[in-house]
């Protein structure tokens, strides 16, 4: 890649762009201890990804790989070997020809199933069984510390709907959309708003069902989200939903996620890689 002192970034952004898209490059950034690849599946110059593959298959010392792919939205996958990362590029090539299914996949997981979830998701469960479902923020109270990671939906007595109460400014959707885009749907419904478009919903139309039997469930989703940049990004994580009480005694779920590929949902290179 052509180096880039000059350009400010937004024309480095727009190099990317056409070079990806249009010219079928596959752009390599490499450090001393870290080989970052950009490519689009359905663009790429067959001859570009080969001599990158080739490039990958002549390392002999390890750094970190990190590939940045486009199929109907960004992906990033980081792996352990330059032989792992060419047997992902190689695999990909099937799926040039391919139209990528831009749709929220979600999978219910058992309650047991959060012994092998994320840290962060078996401690908020914790939390939950310690609190005997009650919300209260009270500093000896174990959702405290979870807070910042959560976002908080609570029935609106005007529109029956649920609405965002509260958005942890670490929870995992305010890292990808960001700090305006949550400031934005501060007390406004959820569902669509979650991703703007009516994919939202698939997403969302689980709360209710949620509230309605007092039971917390676990899913692995993987779905496409803007990015506060306007770029769409494929998302693995694992979902919490937990239903509480609260003082105001309104209908209340506390939802926390954490971003992990570690999910039960293949991504397409992987099912290209096994076929």
Request: charged fraction near 25%; proline fraction near 7%.
């Amino acid at each position: 890649m052509p180096g880039f002192a000059g350009f400010d970034r937004e024309a480095r952004q727009e190099f990317d762009k056409v070079s990806m898209f249009y010219l079928g490059m596959v752009n390599v950034c490499i450090s001393d201890v870290r080989i970052t690849i950009r490519w689009s599946v359905n663009n790429f110059d067959p001859k570009s990804l080969d001599s990158v593959i080739t490039y990958l298959l002549s390392q002999k010392h390890p750094r970190q790989i990190l590939i940045d792919y486009h199929f109907g939205g960004w992906e990033r996958r980081a792996v352990e070997t330059p032989r792992e990362a060419a047997a992902l590029l190689d695999a990909a090539k099937q799926l040039r020809p391919t139209s990528p299914i831009i749709k929220p996949f979600v999978k219910q997981m058992s309650l047991a199933d959060i012994d092998c979830a994320r840290p962060m998701v078996q401690r908020g469960f914790r939390a939950w069984l310690a609190s005997e479902a009650e919300f209260c923020l009270a500093p000896e109270r174990p959702w405290r510390s979870h807070l910042k990671r959560t976002l908080v939906f609570e029935q609106d007595e005007v529109s029956d709907g649920l609405v965002y109460r509260h958005l942890g400014r670490d929870a995992a959707l305010i890292r990808v959309k960001g700090r305006r885009w949550a400031e934005s749907v501060l007390g406004k419904t959820c569902g669509r708003a979650l991703i703007e478009t009516p994919a939202g919903d698939v997403l969302s139309n689980v709360y209710r069902k949620v509230l309605e039997q007092f039971q917390p469930r676990f899913d692995h989703i993987r779905a496409c989200i803007p990015r506060a940049d306007g770029e769409i990004e494929w998302i693995s994580y694992q979902r919490l939903l937990m239903p509480v009480q609260t003082r105001r005694r309104r209908p209340t779920l506390v939802c926390l996620s954490a971003t992990t590929p570690d999910v039960s949902i293949p991504i397409p290179v992987q099912t290209a890689l096994s076929a």
